[in-house]
Nanobody, 123 residues
């Protein structure tokens, strides 16, 4: 099994930046694809970004492309999400995830989840 702890959320003004992190433990981290999803009140959990074990394959949602960057440090068992040029529309609880069974863009296909960290962007 895998345990994930995500952190780094907070309150920022529009145009600001924030860096989220997700620490993994419980099994070989470097072999697992990782991802970030987010969920706003009253909305379904949506795909944000994913990264392969090597970092060579990365996908972004159109809504964050060019503003967010996903990366991983396998030696530290940690995945990051650097968020720049934040907008009020980015306000949500952000969750890290590990080990998809199928479609990397579908939250239902991921096996393990962090507890979530709140990101609030004010106008």
């Amino acid at each position: 099994q895998v345990q994930l702890v995500d952190s780094g959320g907070g309150l920022v003004q529009a145009g600001g930046s924030l860096r989220l992190s997700c620490a993994a433990s419980g099994r070989t981290f470097s072999s697992l694809p990782m991802g970030w999803f987010r969920q706003a009140p009253g909305k379904e959990r949506e795909f944000v970004a994913t990264i392969s074990w090597s970092g060579g394959t990365i996908f972004y949602a159109d809504s964050v492309k060019g503003r967010f960057t996903i990366s991983r440090d396998n030696a530290k068992n940690t995945v990051y999400l650097q968020m720049n040029s934040l907008k009020p529309e980015d306000t949500a609880v952000y969750y890290c995830a590990a080990d998809p069974d199928g479609n990397w863009r579908n939250s239902n296909d991921w096996k393990y989840w962090g507890q979530g960290t709140q990101v609030t962007v004010s106008s």
